[in-house]
C-alpha cells in the first residue's frame, strides 16, 4: 500500500512535504525523500527523468517556502526573528548558535542549512533582516536546497532494495501503515517539545521586572548590566538599555573575574522566556556572583515600556520612547550600523559602516 502511494503521488508528497517544512511545520522532508528515492530507483528505465523532476520539485518548494521568511525577515526584521524563536520547537539556544555561524560564515551557512533542524528556519529570516540581495540569497538557497535533495534522494538510490524489502512488510499491515506513520510523527514532535521543556527547567528561574530594574537606575544604584545578545542580532537591532555592557556567555572566567561577588547583576538578551540570560545567570550563580538575575522579557520588555534606550553606534538617530528597530532594506544592513564583516560582504550581504 505504501509503495503504491509513493508511487503515485510522489511528487506531490515531495512538494507539499518539502514546502511544509521550509515553512517551519514540524514535519521532517529528508525521509521523504529518501523514500521517493527509493520508490524511483525500483523502475531503472525511467529512474533519471524522474530524479530530476522530484530534485526540481524539491528546490522549488524549498525556494518557495525560504522566500516567504527570507521576504518577512527583511520587511519585519528582529521580530521576525522572535515570533520564530516562540514557533518552533527548535531549542531556543539553537537559534543564537544560527546567528552565530551565521556572523562566521555569511550566506555559505545555507549550503548547509537544510541539514541542520532549526538552522534553516533562522538562518533564512536572519538573511532577509541583514540585508542580504535577493539575487544572492536566491543562488546561495537554491544551491543548499539542491545539495540537500541529491543527498536524500541519493540515499533512497543507494539503499533501494533495503527499503523495498521495508515497504513489503508494512504492506502486510495495509491501512495500518498510515498509524504507524502518524504514530511515528507524533513521537517526533513530542520529542521536540519535550527537550525544548526540559532545557527550560534546568535555567535560572528568578527573574528582575523592567520596573525593578528602572527603579534601581533612578535611585543611582544602577547594576551591571549585561547585553549578551549576537552580534548579529545587535546589528538587526543596534540599541541597548542605557548602560548596558557587551557580553558572550561563552566567556565565563573572564567576566567572574571583572565581578565582586557581591555585586548585582542583571542579563538581557532576545529570546523568548530569557533562555540565553537565564543560563547565563544560573552559572554565574554557580561561579560565586550571588546576586545574578536575567531580565523578565528582555529588551523587548524593556522597549515596550516605552523607556529609553541608547544607540550602540554613533549616528543613530536617537530612539524615542516607542520607537521599534526598523526593519532592513533590500539595500541596508539594520540602518547601516553593523559591524562589517568579509565574509558577509563575501557571501552577498551589502556592505555597512563599521560601528566607531
Known amino acids: 500500500m505504501l509503495h503504491d502511494l509513493v508511487a503515485k503521488y510522489g511528487p506531490e508528497m515531495v512538494f507539499l512535504n518539502v514546502l511544509g517544512a521550509a515553512l517551519g511545520l514540524p514535519i521532517p522532508a529528508t525521509p521523504t525523500l529518501i523514500v521517493i528515492g527509493a520508490s524511483v530507483a525500483m523502475a531503472p528505465a525511467n529512474m533519471w527523468p524522474h530524479l530530476c523532476l522530484i530534485l526540481a520539485l524539491s528546490v522549488c518548494a524549498s525556494l518557495l517556502g525560504d522566500s516567504f521568511w527570507f521576504n518577512a525577515g527583511r520587511r519585519y526584521g528582529n521580530k521576525t526573528l522572535y515570533t520564530l524563536c516562540k514557533l518552533s520547537l527548535s531549542r531556543d539556544t539553537c537559534m543564537k548558535q544560527t546567528e552565530r555561524f551565521f556572523g562566521r560564515w555569511g550566506l555559505r551557512v545555507l549550503f548547509a542549512a537544510k541539514f541542520i533542524p532549526g538552522l534553516s528556519l533562522v538562518s533564512v529570516p536572519l538573511a532577509g533582516a541583514m540585508g542580504v540581495k535577493l539575487s544572492s540569497f536566491i543562488k546561495y538557497d537554491s544551491a543548499g536546497a539542491a545539495l540537500w ?36 510523527l507524533a513521537g517526533y514532535v513530542a520529542y521536540r517539545w519535550w527537550r525544548r521543556q526540559a532545557i527550560a527547567k534546568t535555567l535560572e528561574t528568578a527573574r528582575v521586572t523592567v520596573d525593578q530594574l528602572d527603579t534601581l537606575m533612578q535611585a543611582g544604584l544602577a547594576p551591571v548590566i549585561y ?7 545587535r546589528q538587526i537591532d543596534p540599541y541597548v538599555i542605557p548602560g548596558s555592557q557587551f557580553a558572550d556567555e561563552r566567556q565565563l ?9 557581591l555585586q548585582k547583576v542583571v542579563i538581557y538578551c532576545s529570546c523568548p522566556n530569557e533562555v ?37 553606534a554613533y549616528g543613530a538617530a536617537p ?4 520607537a521599534k528597530p526598523a526593519p532592513s532594506s533590500g539595500n541596508d544592513c539594520a540602518n547601516n550600523l553593523c559591524v562589517s564583516s568579509s565574509n558577509l560582504e563575501e557571501s552577498g550581504v551589502p556592505d555597512v559602516q563599521r560601528a566607531s
Not at 302 to 308: I, N, S, V
Open 149 to 184: 535533495a541529491v543527498c536524500g534522494l541519493g540515499v533512497g538510490v543507494i539503499f533501494a532494495y533495503q527499503l523495498d524489502f521495508l515497504f513489503a512488510e508494512l504492506n502486510l499491515y495495509g491501512r495500518d501503515t498510515i498509524g504507524i506513520i502518524v504514530v511515528a
Open 276 to 312: 540565553s540570560a537565564a543560563w547565563m545567570a544560573k552559572r554565574l550563580r554557580q561561579l560565586g556572583i550571588v546576586d545574578a538575575t536575567p531580565l523578565q522579557g528582555g529588551l523587548e520588555a524593556w522597549r515596550d515600556t516605552g523607556r529609553k534606550l541608547e544607540p550602540i
Open 227 to 233: 547585553d549578551i545578545r549576537s552580534a548579529e542580532k
Open 319 to 322: 530612539l524615542s520612547a516607542s
Open 253 to 261: 572566567d573572564g567576566i567572574v573575574a571583572s565581578l565582586d561577588p
